[in-house]
C-alpha cells in the first residue's frame, strides 16, 4: 500500500515539477478544462486552413494534416519549453493573403510563393 502511495505522490510532484501548478494557482483540473477550452476554439483552424490553401491549388488533405501537426507541435514545443499555457497554430490572415494574393492576384504558382516565404 505504502508503494502505491509512493507512486501516486511522485507523479504529482512531477506536474508540480515540470509546471509549477501550485506557483501559478492553478491545478491539474482547471488546466485540463482550460486546455479543452482552447482546443474547442482553436479547432475551426484546422477545416477553413485547408479550404482557404486549397483555393490556391494545395492538396487539401495533406493541408489538414500539416495543419494538425504543426498546431499539436508548436503547442507542446511552447508548454514544454516556455512553460507557457499558450496554443499556436497556423495564422488564418497569412493563409488568406498566400492564396488569395500572392497566389490568385500575382499569380505566381504556390510553389515559387512558398519559396519567397522561406527565402
Excluded at 38 to 55: A, E, H, R, S, W
Excluded at 100 to 106: E, G, H, P
Aim: charged share 5%; net charge neutral; hydrophobic share 55%.
Amino acid at each position: 500500500m505504502s508503494q502505491q502511495h509512493t507512486t501516486q505522490a511522485s507523479g504529482q510532484g512531477m506536474l508540480e515539477r515540470v509546471f509549477k501548478l501550485r506557483e501559478h494557482g492553478t491545478t491539474a483540473r482547471t488546466e485540463v478544462i482550460a486546455g479543452f477550452t482552447t482546443f474547442l476554439t482553436m479547432v475551426y483552424i484546422v477545416f477553413v486552413n485547408p479550404q482557404i490553401l486549397g483555393v490556391a491549388g494545395m492538396d487539401t488533405s495533406a493541408v489538414f494534416v500539416t495543419t494538425c501537426l504543426i498546431a499539436a507541435f508548436g503547442s507542446i514545443m511552447m508548454g514544454l519549453f516556455a512553460n507557457l499555457p499558450v496554443a499556436l497554430a497556423p495564422a488564418m490572415g497569412l493563409n488568406a493573403f498566400f492564396a488569395f494574393v500572392v497566389v490568385q492576384a500575382m499569380g505566381l504558382p504556390w510553389q515559387v510563393g512558398m519559396g519567397a516565404i522561406f527565402w
